[in-house]
C-alpha cells in the first residue's frame, strides 16, 4: 500500500508533462493512437467536479477542484515523473472496455492520512515520517473513497462512451498494477481547501481499453453557449402572454328527438346543476368551481385544481 521513501508534493507537481499525443521512435510501436484526447480532457474536468462530493465529507471543507493537463505515457514513465513518494493504490474494473480492463488510482499516502485523522475529529495534521505500510483504517478509507469514486466515474464517462466503473480492491504495491511499457492514459484531480496546499488523485486508464472509442474520444469537444438573457427574458414575456380559452359547462340536459322536433320560440329547457361545476382549459381539465357573480357579472369560483393525473385536489 504504501511504497519508498517520502518527497514532498511540490517536488513532484513541479515536473513537466509529456503531451497527449506522445513521439514515435523509429522501430517502436506509436504510444498514443487515440490522437488529441481532447473529450477525455473535458470528462477530466467533469469528474473533479464530482469528485468533490467524494472527498469534502471526509475533510469537513468546500474544496476547489481541478483537472490538469492529461498525457499519454509509458507506466515506466509515468512512475518515474510522479517520484517514489509513497501512495495508496486501487483498481476499477472497466464494464464495456474488455473483460479485464481496469483503471489505476493513486493518492499520496500523507494525503491518506491527514483524511482520515480530520474524518476521526482530528486536526489533519501528520507529522513525523509516513510509516511503510498504511494501516487497515487508512486502506479501508481507501477502499471507501474508492467505492464513491465510481458513481462520479461512471457519470462523467457517460455522454462518451458506454463503459462502467467498479472499484474492486486497495492494492499494496503500485509497481506490480501494470506492465511498465504499457500506455497509459495519465489524468489527475487536483483538491484544495481555500489556500491550502493542493493534494493530488491520479486516475489512469489503459490505452488499449479505450481504443475502441478512439474516434469519440479524439473530437473536440464544443461547449453549449448559454442563451442571450434578453432573447431568453422576450420569450418568457411572449409565452405568457399567450391566450387559452376557459370554459365551464353548467349543465348539458338531455332532450329526446321528439320534443327537440317540436320545440319552439318560447319553450323552456329544464337545467340541473350541482354546487361545482367542471372548468376547462384549451379542452384540458383545470378543476372545478362554484357558479355565482363577481363585480356584476358571472363567474365561477375554483374550489378545486386538477392533478397531472386527473382527479381533482
Known amino acids: 500500500m504504501v511504497n519508498g521513501p517520502a518527497t514532498t508534493i511540490s517536488d513532484r507537481r513541479g515536473r513537466s508533462r509529456a503531451p497527449a499525443s506522445g513521439s514515435r521512435v523509429l522501430g517502436t510501436a506509436k504510444l498514443n493512437p487515440l490522437g488529441d484526447l481532447h473529450t477525455v480532457q473535458h470528462l477530466s474536468a467533469r469528474l473533479a467536479k464530482g469528485m468533490r462530493g467524494v472527498f469534502e465529507p471526509v475533510v469537513r471543507a468546500e474544496l476547489r477542484a481541478w483537472a490538469e493537463p492529461l498525457a499519454v505515457q509509458r507506466f515506466a514513465d509515468w512512475r518515474a515523473e510522479r517520484g517514489e513518494s509513497p501512495a495508496a493504490w486501487g483498481t476499477f474494473a472497466i464494464a464495456g472496455a474488455g473483460s479485464d480492463a481496469r483503471a489505476l488510482i493513486a493518492l499520496d499516502a500523507r494525503f491518506v492520512l491527514r483524511m482520515l485523522d480530520l474524518f476521526f475529529g482530528g486536526t489533519g495534521v501528520v507529522a513525523?515520517?509516513?510509516?511503510?505500510?498504511?494501516?487497515?483504517?487508512?486502506?479501508?478509507?481507501?477502499?471507501?473513497?474508492?467505492?464513491?469514486?465510481?458513481?462520479?466515474?461512471?457519470?462523467?464517462?457517460?455522454?462518451?462512451?458506454?463503459?462502467?466503473?467498479?472499484?474492486?480492491?486497495?492494492?499494496?504495491?503500485?509497481?506490480?498494477?501494470?506492465?511498465?511499457?504499457?500506455?497509459?492514459?495519465?489524468?489527475?484531480?487536483?483538491?484544495?481547501?481555500?489556500?491550502?496546499?493542493?493534494?493530488?488523485?491520479?486516475?489512469?486508464?489503459?490505452?488499449?481499453?479505450?481504443?475502441?472509442?478512439?474516434?469519440?474520444?479524439a473530437g473536440k469537444v464544443v461547449e453549449k453557449a448559454e442563451p442571450d438573457p434578453a432573447w431568453r427574458h422576450g420569450l418568457t414575456r411572449a409565452a405568457m402572454d399567450v391566450r387559452f380559452k376557459v370554459c365551464s359547462i353548467l349543465a348539458e340536459p338531455v332532450v329526446p328527438l321528439s320534443r327537440l322536433m317540436n320545440l319552439r320560440v318560447g319553450d323552456v329547457i329544464p337545467l340541473a346543476f350541482g354546487p361545482d361545476v367542471p372548468v376547462t382549459v384549451a379542452g384540458e381539465p383545470l378543476g372545478r368551481g362554484t357558479v355565482g357573480t363577481a363585480n356584476g357579472r358571472a363567474a365561477v369560483q375554483l374550489t378545486s385544481l386538477a392533478s397531472p393525473q386527473g382527479p381533482d385536489q
Open 128 to 217: 513525523g515520517p509516513l510509516p511503510d505500510a498504511l494501516s487497515p483504517a487508512a486502506e479501508a478509507l481507501v477502499g471507501r473513497l474508492g467505492r464513491a469514486l465510481a458513481q462520479p466515474l461512471d457519470q462523467a464517462w457517460e455522454p462518451v462512451a458506454p463503459i462502467r466503473f467498479a472499484f474492486r480492491q486497495v492494492e499494496p504495491a503500485g509497481a506490480a498494477l501494470a506492465d511498465p511499457d504499457e500506455a497509459v492514459v495519465a489524468t489527475r484531480v487536483g483538491l484544495a481547501a481555500g489556500d491550502d496546499r493542493p493534494d493530488f488523485v491520479d486516475i489512469l486508464y489503459p490505452v488499449t481499453a479505450l481504443k475502441p472509442h478512439a474516434a469519440i474520444l
